[in-house]
């Protein structure tokens, strides 16, 4: 430090003296070549090129050489990828896979949730890449026909399940259900489950949970009477979840989504929930469900909503709780009924919105005003346009980018959104999408 | 993007560091140009940050320009990151409450970034980039990193070495050997 100092002082005084510190560096290199890079920013450099890339590009020279592969903490193991290492069209060649291994040995995370093919072959990957990546922490599969004897060291490392696979080969859904319960009762440092219903993760109807202090957890959930049951013994033995998302499927009566909403008011550790309901409902639940979510978790940072109301028109009252979300940080709401200016005050409680999300049937710009009026530190805005909105009204110093999802014809012409830009000093982008294709509108 | 180790919230943070942008410090390349940057945004630069809070913000602002001795910060690449350390100062900071943050080092980049760093000159885009290290600019590097890497993906060996002027090092028997153990990854299905 005190000589790089000195470095500069000298250099202050006399431009000779840079100069002939230049000239003592070991080589000197054009400054168009990426050679005069040290090994560090070069491995800086490369460390956004894909796997494949990064294996292709070996050989460029005996820097990228040795810098291409330090930054691969992460691998994805594709149908794709396992193709390509397939002998003879049929068995995975290990050898490669330990090559790879080798090269990479830093990898952290392997996932296979992608799989589909070459499911099989997964444990002895799994396998190969922990005998020769030692800082190998996670691994992110999908229980299916992952079984037999290498797997048995391998489920403690799983830390992650997707979705339940269906297995196209057999039709035994009873076989299938009991591999994936044992599998459960053997990965202990599970923390992220995505499941299709709660009974998957109980060894019976009646029998004990085998998913327990996770932290993240996606399902849905089926209104009746073994359901709710098995529900309050979820939430007993999972108070540790900081995300949930869940859909509410086969709905009753109001009495059953309160019951549901009861239960998930004791999980005050949740940062983040999800709810879409499958069914119409009518003002007043979703007001109360609002409430009684609220004043419980209090450390709620996300909040989404999807769902069907039975009213044409937002009321005033229905949005009213948003005022004990004080620390919400992200929004999404998704009603299929028209909102105005008026359902959307409540949005004022929520100052430290970042992102916003609102998908209405129908809405006008008057919206958007009191968006802007209510979330000071609101940095992302989605739309999702479908019928109505002629115009945007000026997004003073508030947006960092907005997103247009819009029907195949908008009323929003190139002027309107450039005006936009213009009239906004801090908004950078915005994104219209119409059918899959974007356009960008930029400064 | 920017590092807030105070976690103080809201707007007052906001205004002040829209309040310290307004006071203006200068910079000087290693070709002795002398430039004026927002104070705010040329803390982006961990280098200049940590010598304005060693030598105080009051010195830095009336007295010497501060030097950027490293050869790689021209007056043009000076420039450049002046530009664009003042376009991101007010960047949004990565939230650790969300999860998917971390997943901004795989987005693309924004088209206002594409279009600052699709520089013709590859000299000065390779200075920008080994300046913007030297001076310790994160986003900046990555910026830079996302461009080149971009401009690789898919490429032949040859064409990256054409393209980027990299001498090829290895022997004929090296290079060889690497490609029969890699072969699996050219061939075509």
Redesign the interface.
Known sequence: MAQQTK??KT??ET?DD?NED?KQQPQMY????????GDD?SA???????L??R???????????RTVFGSVVDITLSDELM???LTNGKTI?TQ?LA?IAIKCPNIETIDCRGMRSYIAYIPRAIKTFRDNCHNLRDIYCNVSKMSGQTMHTLWPMITRIGYKTFDDNTSDDKTSDDAYRQALTHCHRLSKLVVNGLLSVFKSTSGPLLAKNLLKCQLNYYSNYYNTRHLSAFVAHNQSLRSLDIKYIEYKNNKSLMEMCGQLSRLTQL?ELRLGLDVMTDDDLIADFLHTIGVNCKLL??LSLELFSTQKQINVQTLDSLRYYRQL??LDLRFNATADEIALYPLRHC??L?RLDIHFRRMNANVLTIVRKSC??L?YLCIHEAYSLSHIPPLQEIY?SVLIESQPKTDLSDNDLNAMLSSSP?L??IEIRVNNEKK?Y?? | MADNADHIDGDDNEDVRAQQNLIKIKLKSSEGGIYECGLTAAKMSDLVKNMVESLGTDAVVTTEPIILGNEAVTDAALKKIIEWVEFHWDDPPVDHDFEDEKDRRNEELSHWDKQFIDVDDQALLFDVIAAANYMDIKGLVEVGAKHICSKIRGKSCQEVREMLKITNDFTAEEEDAIHKENAWIYAKD
């Open positions: 470095h500069k250099s202050l431009t840079g230049n054009a400054k168009d070549t990426l050679g005069r890079f920013l800086l450099i490369v460390s956004y090129l894909s494949e890339d294996i292709r590009l070996e050989c460029v020279s005996k820097q990228f050489q193709q390509r290492l060649n490669l090559t940062r940072k996300r940080k992200r100052r430290r970042t000071p530190q940095q960092y801090k950078k982008t960008f930029s400064k």
